[in-house]
């Protein structure tokens, strides 16, 4: 039961850093954060204890492995993942280059 | 076990510093040792395809955030002492949403299997008749180029489309 309350912990510190703080790159940074939260609560889910990796390495060999399906979720997501920070990322860069800050609420007293 | 408690209070820890920190750039590297320590953790619940694909990206991540705050500002300009009148909703806001989220999470955490006992009982198709079918050793491979294969193409058009749009937004004169 500790490991999944340690991914919920860092999911509700990914939100503290979305909704609290007013700097672009520490918004960013929290939603990273909620992304492995997320990520490893899955990974967690699938896990069995005194199995092995599912990969079949001889046709005799037992069949005690841990579940394949939240690691094949899982590695859809974290490619996903990197695509929206990239995204994100490159807004902020053009945000800077507009604004010349990255504080939100400087940005949002600048109209135009 | 015990190297999975530990790792988790060290990720913990680098999270509230990446959070916290004034440097924007040690910021990031916080949060290169979350990514890192989630890596490690997938090689210990026996999950080496995600800790391969965790590594490069998390690389990936940590050089995209360095290139994006080498070209804006090395520090965080809106951390000041105390508390000041427009700080106080955000602070408010997180109170309720947190609570809002921890409270459902230990509802959810109640109907889940217990940690290292998952009920398998799709995954056990998979695992007895996937390399007859499929002929691919490793079960997570057999799952997502074959069984889910769509979803993997669907994975493949949003990582494109991704790419264009950071080609979009970061060009320097469009067209006339």
């Given at each position: 039961?500790?490991?999944?309350?340690?991914?919920?912990?860092?999911?509700?510190?990914?939100?503290?850093?979305?909704?609290?703080?007013r700097n672009?790159?520490?918004?960013?940074?929290?939603?990273?954060?909620?992304?492995?939260?997320?990520?490893?609560?899955?990974?967690?889910?699938?896990?069995?204890?005194?199995?092995?990796?599912?990969?079949?390495?001889?046709?005799?060999?037992?069949?005690?492995?841990?579940?394949?399906?939240?690691?094949?979720?899982?590695?859809?997501?974290?490619?996903?993942?990197?695509?929206?920070?990239?995204?994100?990322?490159?807004?902020?860069?053009?945000?800077?280059?507009?604004?010349?800050t990255l504080d939100?609420n400087e940005?949002?007293?600048?109209?135009? | 076990?015990?190297?999975?408690?530990?790792?988790?209070?060290?990720?913990?820890?680098?999270?509230?510093?990446?959070?916290?920190?004034k440097?924007l750039?040690?910021?990031?590297?916080?949060?290169?040792?979350?990514?890192?320590?989630?890596?490690?953790?997938?090689?210990?619940?026996?999950?080496?395809?995600?800790?391969?694909?965790?590594?490069?990206?998390?690389?990936?991540?940590?050089?995209?955030?360095?290139?994006?705050?080498?070209?804006?500002t090395h520090t965080d300009t809106t951390i000041q002492?105390?508390?000041?009148?427009?700080?106080?909703?955000?602070?408010?806001?997180?109170?309720?949403?947190?609570?809002?989220?921890?409270?459902?999470?230990?509802?959810?955490?109640?109907?889940?299997?217990?940690?290292?006992?998952?009920?398998?009982?799709?995954?056990?198709?998979?695992?007895?008749?996937?390399?007859?079918?499929?002929?691919?050793?490793?079960?997570?491979?057999?799952?997502?180029?074959?069984?889910?294969?769509?979803?993997?193409?669907?994975?493949?058009?949003?990582?494109?489309?991704?790419?264009?749009?950071?080609?979009?937004?970061?060009?320097?004169?469009?067209?006339?």
């Amino acid at each position: 039961m500790i490991p999944f309350i340690g991914c919920i912990l860092l999911i509700v510190i990914g939100l503290y850093g979305i909704i609290t703080k007013r700097n672009l790159i520490k918004i960013a940074i929290g939603f990273c954060m909620v992304e492995y939260g997320v990520n490893l609560l899955f990974a967690f889910i699938g896990f069995k204890k005194d199995a092995l990796a599912p990969i079949i390495t001889s046709p005799n060999s037992p069949l005690n492995f841990v579940d394949p399906i939240p690691q094949a979720l899982v590695l859809t997501a974290i490619v996903i993942g990197l695509g929206t920070t990239a995204v994100m990322l490159s807004l902020i860069i053009r945000i800077y280059q507009k604004y010349k800050t990255l504080d939100i609420n400087e940005i949002r007293k600048l109209k135009g | 076990m015990i190297e999975i408690y530990l790792l988790v209070i060290a990720m913990l820890a680098a999270a509230i510093v990446a959070i916290e920190i004034k440097d924007l750039l040690a910021s990031a590297v916080s949060m290169g040792i979350v990514g890192f320590s989630v890596a490690i953790m997938f090689i210990l619940v026996q999950a080496p395809d995600l800790a391969i694909v965790q590594i490069v990206v998390e690389i990936l991540t940590v050089v995209f955030f360095a290139a994006t705050i080498l070209r804006t500002t090395h520090t965080d300009t809106t951390i000041q002492k105390g508390i000041q009148r427009e700080g106080i909703f955000p602070v408010i806001a997180f109170f309720i949403f947190g609570t809002l989220v921890t409270v459902l999470a230990i509802y959810a955490l109640k109907d889940l299997p217990r940690f290292g006992m998952p009920i398998m009982k799709v995954a056990e198709h998979y695992i007895v008749h996937g390399l007859n079918q499929t002929g691919a050793t490793n079960i997570v491979a057999a799952i997502i180029l074959d069984y889910r294969g769509y979803d993997t193409f669907g994975e493949a058009v949003v990582l494109f489309t991704s790419v264009l749009g950071v080609l979009t937004i970061l060009r320097v004169k469009g067209r006339k």
